[in-house]
């Protein structure tokens, strides 16, 4: 009877301390979002490079030259949510844990591409640039998409449009960074870009 007991003890406790393992994750994944950008103001960012980021008709849009815009912030764990639009010619993307805000790139950054006329389509639009292919390689072009971009420890998933491109786990020592938002080709179009630690 008293080894019953002491199970049923056991029982509790190991479902209780589950309880709250879940609660805690619950409360992580319910912090509060941080809007960086909601196409009203440029504040929450630092232009590099020559391209034309301009607020326009409610978003923030650039067709000219060659650049990005990199967040005052440095991100570590996170998720975001962006909203954006190019058109078909558009070379753009995310990146994120950016290394030197000051010479971005693929290697540098974790970069969620936006570029759909890409030569290699294994990286084009949904993929992580060298690091995690898509195939086949969605569309952006000429509506409004979403990305949904979460970065825990070296596990990174991405959705687009609310469909999995990615998920992939890389040992890469880039561990924290701002985020920077690519101008590189076409018409490029950020309307909301939403960031909440995990």
Known sequence: MKRSLLKLGIVFLVSGLWGCADLNTQQISQAPWETLLDGTNLNNWTAIGNANWRLYEGSV?????????????????????????VDDEANSGIFIRVSDPKLIN?????????FDKRPDPTYG???????????PMPKAGGHWNTFDITAKGNHYVVFFNGVKTVDVTNNNLLKAGPIALQYAAGVVKFKRLQIRPI
């Open 61 to 85: 849009q650039a067709e000219i030259g060659n650049g990005f815009l990199v967040s005052n912030k440095t991100y570590q764990d996170f998720q975001i949510q962006a909203e954006f639009w």
């Open 106 to 114: 693929a290697v540098n950054a974790y970069e969620v591409n936006i």
């Open 125 to 135: 639009t949904g993929s992580i640039v060298n690091v995690a292919k898509v195939e």
